[in-house]
């Protein structure tokens, strides 16, 4: 089987579970594992980010989609090249990734018959069957099964875990100016970890909220995940919240409890290491504030 993998976290499961040696071309944005590195990458940002702020980006990205303009560009003469029999995409966002209808439209484009599958995750639970449906589409269900039983395994000892006392109130920030919370599975990561998610919805999408909903919020434990970014360029980013009146009286201020975590790693993908993610925000709520860090997350200076 030849794959193309539109999407990240679908470029991790299909290693994961043993299909890899089936990957013909990735993403621009596949970094994970080393070996998704080497392949050819089919998409390109359309849109130059490097070094810009946050508010800057986030226009750009609006201003595109106000214009019906798409963030990634697909590669069709690469496309047709490689003769897939699987392309793997999303609908469930299209700043994540080239968007469903431009994949659908190169497809059919396309000679021949070829196999969309649409992965859509919403929570914890839909990313686990999001293996099994990639073990059945590739004939890797053995491997599947294997990493399905393991991510089980490691969520259920995640919620076994004694349950911190009192349970901290806690707001996930998925992008710092403006101001969005993360959603989907962010807000059922919060409450399995032992906090409270005072500002996202399970299975609802992330959200723009306005800072004095976080003031409002209270939160306890404030952890900053902006979308597509690592652990260096979100503490570079942090100051856009640690800056804004009335932060140095929040209790996660007071307390210390801001932490800065590998978002586009361990919380953003909906992929195998969503469970590396989970355990890491159950350390950061049970974690003395100063105290050692997962790799993946930092504490944050809120003085």
Do not use: K
């Not at 497809?107 to 099994?132: F, H, K, N």
């Not at 201020?253 to 790693?265: E, F, L, P, Y």
């Not at 504030?289 to 993946?296: E, F, H, I, S, V």
């Amino acid at each position: 089987m030849r794959i193309v993998s539109l999407l990240p976290s679908a470029t991790e499961l299909l290693f994961a579970i043993g299909a890899g040696a089936d990957l013909v071309a990735v993403t621009h944005e596949c970094d994970h594992p080393e070996a998704a590195r080497e392949l050819p990458a089919v998409t390109r940002n359309t849109l130059d980010h490097s070094g810009q702020p946050a508010a800057a980006i986030d226009r750009h990205i609006r201003a595109a989609r106000h214009q019906g303009s798409s963030i990634y560009s697909l590669d069709e003469g690469a496309l047709r090249s490689l003769r897939p029999d699987l392309v793997v995409t999303q609908e469930l966002c299209d700043v994540c990734a080239v968007a469903y209808r431009d994949v659908a439209q190169a497809v059919r484009r396309l000679p021949g018959s070829i196999d969309v599958l649409s992965l859509e995750p919403a929570s914890l639970g839909d990313i686990v069957s999001t293996v099994a449906t990639l073990g059945a589409a590739t004939g890797r269900d053995a491997g599947a099964a294997r990493l399905s039983a393991a991510m089980t395994e490691r969520l259920a000892a995640v919620d076994a875990l004694p349950a911190p006392a009192p349970s901290p109130a806690t707001v996930c920030v998925e992008w710092t100016d403006p101001i969005m919370v993360g959603g989907h599975w962010v807000p059922e990561m919060v409450r399995r970890a032992g906090g409270r998610d005072q500002l996202g919805v399970e299975g609802r999408p992330s959200r723009y909220v306005e800072w004095n909903e976080v003031l409002e919020a209270g939160p306890e434990a404030l952890v900053l995940m902006p979308c597509g970014f690592d652990l260096p360029r979100t503490i570079e980013l942090a100051a856009g919240i640690t800056e804004r009146p009335g932060f140095t009286a929040l209790p996660c201020a007071q307390t210390r409890r801001v932490v800065a975590v590998d978002g586009s790693s361990y919380f953003n993908r909906p992929g195998p290491r969503i469970v590396d993610g989970l355990e890491i925000l159950a350390t950061v709520l049970r974690a003395e504030p100063g105290a050692r860090l997962p790799l993946g997350a930092a504490w944050v200076a809120t003085s």
